[in-house]
């Protein structure tokens, strides 16, 4: 950029007013909001209509943590470096961190050379903590909240004391940074929005299953976390339910030193991953299914009925027939099946 440009030298004022704004509100009062603090600036003359941009200020030191309220921290997913200058002014100003696990939490704030008394908060243990949480806010401490890695409450504990929190009129503030989900569907290159979140999915059979078909059905790009376990289970479950030919995001490890994209159609996925012993926290984005034309349709159909026809001619079996034409034509099982039977049927009334 040009120095003898107006438009830089305007930013540049832009800027030194905001530090000046900065300095001044430091020293008074012990919070502020950015509308307050930061002048507007007028870009009418370089966009031709009347716009306003808002900064926010930089750091004011411990003036920015609030007494009696609760801070949701986003913490790095993998890589240290994505931590958020703010999220380490909020950790180390708080007067308490309640911690997924403590353990975990304790090694990143031993990184970061803070000291900080934390406060043990999981699923497990929520019922009873909440009530001695919310005390804290009673006496006017302030709480920051963090997860394992990433941003609590998206597919992790804490909902709750948030909820709890609302209720009773306590101040929540987030504090955004790292978060597996958003930095995995922004690089799946699917045309987002809408997406939906299904977070993982059910183990047991009958939620699975039921899950399974509204996701094949649904017009959203679908997300997912996996353990790293139950990844070929969940791509076979794909393909079972007729979206083979569906592309698919296999995001592991995100940000961390053996992380690894992979990019291609679902039974592309099963075959990669199927040889590979998986380690690793996944996250799953499966593309939106594009419903296909009447004729496409009426093709596949005509297709898959005679191989199934020409496979029981052979005597093979429809339970077998229907998993060869389901994974060959992206087709549910359970669909195929049904139509082997309705071919068995006909033929034996006209051998």
Known sequence: MIKSDPWYAQRLSYLHGCFSTSKRYASGRTHMSPRESIPRRTTQQVFGKRLHSLFCNYSTGEKEINSGCLYVVSTPIGNLADISSRCLETLRNVDIIAAEDTRQTWKLLQHFGIQKAQFSLHQHNSVERIPKLLELFRK?????????????????????????????????????????????????????????????????????????????????????????????????????HGMSER??????????????????????????FGSKQVKGELTLILDRWNVPSNTDMEKKMISADNILQALLKENVGSGSASKVVASLYGMSKQECYKRAVEIREKLSKNP
């Open 140 to 240: 006017g401490k302030s709480v920051a909240l963090v997860c394992d890695a990433g941003t609590p409450c998206i597919s992790d504990p804490g909902y709750g004391v948030i909820e709890s929190c609302y209720h009773n009129r306590i101040p929540v503030h987030p504090v955004p940074g790292a978060c597996a989900l958003t930095s995995a569907l922004s690089i799946c290159g699917f045309p987002i929005p809408p997406f939906t979140f299904y977070g993982f999915l059910p183990i047991s059979r009958g939620e699975r299953q039921h899950l399974l078909q509204e996701i094949r059905n649904t017009k959203h790009v679908v997300a997912l976390y996996e353990a790293p376990h139950r990844l070929i289970r969940t791509l076979n479950d794909f393909v079972q």
């Open 247 to 272: 592309r698919i995001l296999v995001a592991r490890e995100l940000t961390k030193l053996y992380e690894e994209v992979y990019w291609n159609t679902v039974a592309s996925a099963v075959e990669y």
